[in-house]
Nanobody, 125 residues
């Protein structure tokens, strides 16, 4: 009941770029929000970027604004995260997630229902 598979992680140097992709399939319920989260080593998981699927409204963590772009491709059922100007502080496991609710709450404060396995991003100085 709903599968998310991330890809595109890897190792880059400071200032480099990566594009993460999340293949989404088999959801029993309508997906209202999609998001990218990350968990740096030894730290808690944090929201990076979210998108309200129907209207395309996006949110970003302050730390990635202007560098990261979240986008969805409804024909391919994918969620992407373009990451530019990467910094060592961006090093983390990145997770794709979906939320099935129908709420007026912004996507960046909702509780997510299904998660992918994650893809590792490592940025070296």
């Amino acid at each position: 009941q709903g599968q998310l598979v991330e890809s595109g992680g890897g190792s880059v140097q400071t200032g480099g770029s990566l594009r993460l992709s999340c293949a989404s399939s088999g959801h029993k319920y309508r997906v209202d929000c999609m998001a990218w989260f990350r968990q740096p080593p030894g730290k808690e998981r944090e929201s990076v970027a979210t998108i309200r699927t129907v209207i395309g409204l996006t949110t970003y963590a302050d730390s990635v604004k202007g560098r990261f772009t979240i986008s969805q491709d409804n024909t391919k059922n994918t969620l992407d995260l373009q990451m530019n100007s990467l910094e060592p502080s961006d090093t983390a496991m990145y997770y794709c997630a979906v939320e099935y609710g129908s709420s007026d709450l912004p996507c960046n404060i909702r509780t997510y229902d299904r998660w992918g396995q994650g893809t590792q991003v490592t940025v070296s100085s």
